[in-house]
């Protein structure tokens, strides 16, 4: 009796698996393999180096001047003494507002290009257009803030205006990462809860939504980040100079920690005597958007837990 004929047969075609052709060809494929993650934990290694490096500059210089009144108090006298404290508020305010803004506009967008949208050279230069915006310079956005906000619709410079031209710079990064987040939802979750009877809006927010949730919190977490450090399009729109009164309405102007340090830096009548000050208020900044970030990568951990 014959028995049957298991050799594989070499991806080389007229060759065996086991021939000695094959080695050298797999010897090769884990050599590149190798080679490009090594580069990937080299690239990785020098971002986090760099980042390192930045954080223990600014920390070790702006680490005296964090009291208790430079957390609590105003600026003081020409903003040579005081504290930041209109400034935490504004930047607060801001970051807050624009992503009230930007985060219901941009995933209610990915949902309808996702979900709705038909396949298309529409729909490509759409999401072109997006990508595009995405690589837009930040004072660009302000000067279009100023020029539609603030004049057009005569907001003046105000929370709302600035909240605004900061929405409207985030939607692009918030709609492409919504985007990507819904399309790891397995079309079979689509497809069951069709099956069951449910509604395509019903599957969308009781199925695909939270299932992709945890990856549309990523977009908020970019967005807000990136919203919190602008400088130019707030300068436009929303922070002043100097005001020593918080903000009560959205009407109002406010100081915000991005353009105060601006101001410490370039703009303030001892440039010197406040170079403790304009670390102080950068790791200040730092620390306000790292809480925000962790607050929401928390919450976004739970989420995944529950999934």
């Not at 209610?108 to 996702?114: D, Q």
């Not at 010197?272 to 970030?293: K, S």
Request: net charge positive; proline share 6%; hydrophobic share 50%.
């Amino acid at each position: 009796m014959n028995k049957p004929d298991t050799t594989e047969k070499c991806s080389i075609p007229g060759k065996d698996t086991g021939c000695e052709c094959s080695k050298p060809l797999k010897q090769k494929r884990v050599l590149t393999q190798k080679f490009m993650f090594t580069m990937l934990y080299i690239a990785a290694a020098i971002n986090c180096i760099a980042l390192l490096v930045v954080v223990f500059f600014i920390v070790g210089n702006g680490w005296q001047a964090i009291t208790w009144t430079f957390l609590t108090q105003p600026p003081m006298e020409s903003m040579t003494k005081g504290g930041t404290l209109p400034c935490i508020i504004g930047t607060l305010c801001l970051s807050l507002g624009a992503a009230g803004v930007a985060f219901p506009i941009g995933v209610s967008s990915a949902i309808y290009l996702n979900e709705y949208a038909r396949q298309g050279k529409t729909l490509r230069i759409i999401r072109l257009g997006i990508n595009n915006l995405a690589g837009v310079p930040s004072v660009v956005f302000g000067l279009f803030g100023l020029a539609f906000f603030v004049i057009k619709l005569d907001m003046g410079v105000s929370i709302l205006a600035g909240a605004l031209t900061l929405g409207v710079m985030s939607l692009p990064v918030i709609i492409g990462t919504t985007e990507e987040a819904l399309k790891t939802v397995p079309d079979s979750y689509r497809e069951a809860s069709l099956a069951l009877g449910a509604t395509k809006l019903q599957t969308i927010f009781r199925v695909v939504l939270p299932a992709a949730l945890p990856g549309i919190l990523t977009g908020g977490i970019l967005g807000i980040s990136r919203s919190a450090g602008e400088t130019a399009p707030i300068m436009f729109t929303a922070a002043v100079f100097f005001s020593p009164n918080l903000p009560s309405s959205f009407f109002d102007e406010v100081m915000a920690l991005p353009y105060h340090i601006y101001v410490l830096a370039t703009a303030g009548t001892e440039i010197e005597a406040t170079r403790p000050l304009q670390y102080g208020t950068a790791l200040v900044l730092i620390a306000l958007v790292l809480g925000m970030n962790m607050l929401t990568i928390i919450y976004r951990a739970k989420l995944r837990r529950n999934n």
